[in-house]
Every structure is written in structure tokens, then in C-alpha cells.
């Protein structure tokens, strides 16, 4: 074993974590990315609760559709902030600067880290409130923070590695929808029935299993090709 | 043989076609005529994807060996013409469920599992198209490629969810592994899909060439 061979996994998550730390730092200098994420959630919300009128939706149609509505605001409001965690560096040109800092893997773990913390905060603000207006009864609250959470770490590892690809090419914005939503499209099928299902009290079934594998298989092949979409 | 092959193609497409018309039968519990669609319907969805795993393949080549053009220029090719065989399958598709199921588009889970393959791969041509620095295209695109095929599996589990009952007839090789078909059709369907395979293979060798004797007259031009 080389001399720095024992040293590597401290090394490799303290470089992890300060990659993290720098994206909350310069976040919460600008906080551009909490306001859009924040201000666009909340509007999306404040639209369709205001467009179902002020009777809202029935309880047979509400297990249906209400968990599709709260789905398509995070995946929307996610479209609208997190590509900022890479696009930022290009744009402020400092993307060669952690290039040289910073290991793909702890760069790309760093930042899948700071969305995931984004998301999470995202759904802690939002969920609660959608609750309430909706006027949605939830039957088994454990199921819908167990979707809420795996369904949160699929949008940030989807949306990290897709986040690095489009920050390099034009029309970046318009991209990111374009490339991401196919690739989360079958976590958001997934996580709408898991949901469904915390409404309806009914068991988590094969969804949770195959929501697991989705976040597994998306975080290692993120993992594997950042390197290659990250390093010229 | 270069000189002999399209010819010979052309003839065997043209023996595919008679065949499906005037040699085999028409198949069982389908309205009409029908069934005849499926000779050609079922090579073209074959070849899409087919076509999508062998861009996964020749991105993975790009990556591994030395990030050659003409490995991402395959690829390219290969992803585009499995989205022209994808949108044909679906349009053939169509238009046998109006006959069979009375509409056009059902959400039927193959439909679907193929119609999100082709959002993605069209995806990955709008990447293709955002990115101007050929080594920076190649590899950002062979990315996303393989990206798309760990997530496309899921699509084959996730999409019978939404539709539990599929309306679609029964694939070739049915789920205990036999084939129940009529011999004569089978045997029409066999040539077809070896027709398609073939004409996918032609294509994409004429389609690349053409892409490096534009790349070399782009940078004769400088």
C-alpha cells in the first residue's frame, strides 16, 4: 500500500465536503437558487390550487391527482434551479479552477450532495403547504416521507450529471428540460404511485424496491461518467 | 460485392413485400387484412432498437478507444436512424390499432416504452446540435447515451403500470418461450426482419460516409 493509500477516503470526502460547503457559501452570498426554487414552487402551487377552485377536488379524485400535482411542481421547480450548481461555473469561469482543485468523484459527490439538500428543502417548504391547501389526507405519513425522500435523491442524481452535460453546450436552460425529463421520467412514474399510495394507506408494493434500484443505478453511472463529461 | 449488395437488397425487399401479400396467410383473431402490417411494423421497431443499443455500443467505443470521430460519427448515425425506424413503427403501429383497437393511440405500455426511447434519443440529438467543439460534442453525447441505457430498462417495468392489461399481440417468442405462429409467416417475418437489418447496416455505412466526406471537406475549408 502506498503512503497515501490509507489517507485516500478521508482525503476524497473532505474534498467532497468542501465542494459542498463552497456551493452553500456562495448560495447563501447570492441565493439565487433557494429564491427561483423557493418563489417557483410556491407559485406553481398558489396556480394550481387556485385553478381547482376553491372547492378543490373530490377524495376518490384527489388520491389520483393530487400526488401527480405535487410531482410535476418539484420536478418543475427542480428544472428551474438546480442546473445552476454547474451552469454558475461556467459562467463565472471558475470551472477550470475546481477542475484542478478537486477530484471528478468528490467534485460530482460534493455537488449531488448540495442539490440533494436543495431538494430536500425544497420538499420540506412545499409538502406541508400542499397538504394544507389541497386539504389532502395522507394515511400513512412514514410511506410519503420514504417517497419523498427517494424520490428527492432520483431528482438531484438525474438532475447532477445532466446539470454537467448542458452547462457546457448553448441554450442551456431550454436543454436541461429537454435532457432531464426523459431520463426522470421513470422515477416520477414510480414515486406518483408510491405517493398514491401513502393517500390511500396502501402498502409500498414492488414501486419502493424498483425506486431504490432507479437511485442506485442513476448515483454509480453518474458517478462512473462524470469524469468524462467533467475533464476535457 | 460493394456494387452487388444494394441490388441484392432490393430484391430480397421486393421478395419480403410479395410474400407478405401473396404468400402468407392472414393471421388469426386479427379484423381484415390487417395483420399484414406486422411484416413490416414489428422488423422496424427490431431495428430501432437495435439501433439505440448499437449507438450505446459505438458511444462506449468512443470513450474507450482514444475518442476516435469516426466511432461518435457511428453512433450519431446509428441513433438517428433508429429514431426514423422508431417514428415508422409507431406510425405503422397506429394505424393497425385504429383497425384492431378503434384508435389511433391507446397508451398501450409497448407504445409508450417506445415513444419515451424516442424523446430521449431526440434529446440526444438537440445535445448534439447545442455543442459546437467536435471532442466536447463526442463526449458529452456519449454520456448521455449511456446514460440512457441504464435508464431505458426501467421504462420496461415502470410503463405496465400504467396500462396493467396490454392490448398488444403476443411478441414472437412468447412469455414460456415458444413460438405459435403460422410456419409461412413466421418465414415472411424472419426475411423482413433480416431485410430491415440489413437495410439498417447499408444505410448507416452510406450516412457515415457522407458525414466524413463533409468533416473533410469542412476542414479543407478550414
Given at each position: 500500500m502506498s503512503p497515501g493509500a490509507s489517507n485516500w477516503i478521508p482525503d476524497w470526502a473532505a474534498e467532497a465536503l468542501a465542494v459542498f460547503a463552497k456551493e452553500w457559501r456562495c448560495e447563501l452570498r447570492t441565493q439565487v437558487a433557494l429564491n427561483t426554487l423557493g418563489l417557483f414552487a410556491v407559485t406553481t402551487l398558489v396556480v394550481a390550487s387556485v385553478s381547482l377552485g376553491p372547492l378543490g377536488v373530490s377524495k376518490s379524485q384527489g388520491s389520483a391527482l393530487l400526488p401527480v400535482l405535487l410531482w410535476l411542481i418539484l420536478l418543475f421547480s427542480v428544472a428551474a434551479g438546480l442546473p445552476r450548481a454547474f451552469v454558475q461555473e461556467e459562467e463565472s469561469q471558475t470551472a477550470t479552477a475546481l477542475r484542478l482543485s478537486a477530484t471528478p468523484s468528490a467534485l460530482f459527490c460534493g455537488k449531488l450532495l448540495y442539490s440533494l439538500t436543495l431538494v430536500a428543502a425544497l420538499e420540506a417548504l412545499i409538502t406541508p403547504i400542499y397538504v394544507t391547501i389541497m386539504n389532502l389526507e395522507v394515511k400513512d405519513p412514514a410511506l410519503l416521507v420514504g417517497a419523498l425522500a427517494a424520490g428527492g435523491y432520483g431528482l438531484a442524481a438525474g438532475s447532477t450529471l445532466v446539470a454537467a452535460i448542458i452547462a457546457?453546450?448553448?441554450?442551456?436552460g431550454t436543454l436541461f428540460s429537454v435532457l432531464s425529463f426523459p431520463i426522470l421520467l421513470p422515477l416520477l412514474i414510480l414515486v406518483i404511485e408510491l405517493t398514491r399510495n401513502a393517500v390511500l394507506g396502501d402498502p409500498a408494493g414492488l414501486a419502493l424496491g424498483q425506486l431504490l434500484l432507479y437511485d442506485a443505478s442513476v448515483s454509480i453511472f453518474g458517478l462512473m461518467l462524470f469524469p468524462v463529461v467533467w475533464n476535457p | 460485392m460493394k456494387k452487388t449488395l444494394p441490388w441484392l437488397l432490393w430484391l430480397w425487399i421486393s421478395a419480403v413485400i410479395v410474400g407478405a401479400f401473396y404468400y402468407a396467410p392472414l393471421a388469426a383473431k386479427f379484423i381484415g387484412k390487417s395483420s399484414r402490417i406486422l411484416f413490416f411494423h414489428v422488423p422496424m421497431a427490431w431495428v430501432s432498437f437495435f439501433a439505440f443499443i448499437a449507438g450505446a455500443v459505438w458511444s462506449l467505443l468512443y470513450l474507450l478507444r482514444g475518442r476516435q470521430e469516426r466511432h461518435d460519427r457511428a453512433a450519431a448515425v446509428a441513433i438517428q436512424l433508429g429514431l426514423l425506424f422508431g417514428v415508422l413503427a409507431i406510425v405503422t403501429g397506429s394505424l393497425w390499432a385504429r383497425i384492431e383497437?378503434?384508435?389511433?393511440?391507446?397508451?398501450?405500455p409497448r407504445q409508450t416504452s417506445l415513444l419515451i426511447s424516442l424523446l430521449f434519443y431526440a434529446a440526444y440529438l438537440a445535445l448534439r446540435g447545442a455543442v459546437d467543439d467536435p471532442e466536447k460534442r463526442g463526449r458529452l453525447a456519449a454520456a448521455y447515451a449511456l446514460l440512457g441505457l441504464v435508464v431505458t430498462p426501467f421504462f420496461y417495468w415502470v410503463m405496465p403500470r400504467l396500462a396493467p392489461i396490454t392490448l398488444h399481440p403476443e411478441p414472437v417468442v412468447n412469455a414460456d418461450a415458444k413460438v405459435e405462429m403460422d410456419t409461412r409467416i413466421l418465414q415472411v417475418l424472419l426475411a423482413s426482419t433480416f431485410a430491415f437489418t440489413v437495410l439498417f447496416f447499408w444505410m448507416h455505412n452510406l450516412q457515415c460516409r457522407l458525414q466524413a466526406l463533409l468533416a473533410r471537406r469542412e476542414e479543407a475549408r478550414g
Open positions: 457546457q453546450a448553448r441554450s442551456k | 383497437w378503434g384508435a389511433w393511440w391507446n397508451w398501450d
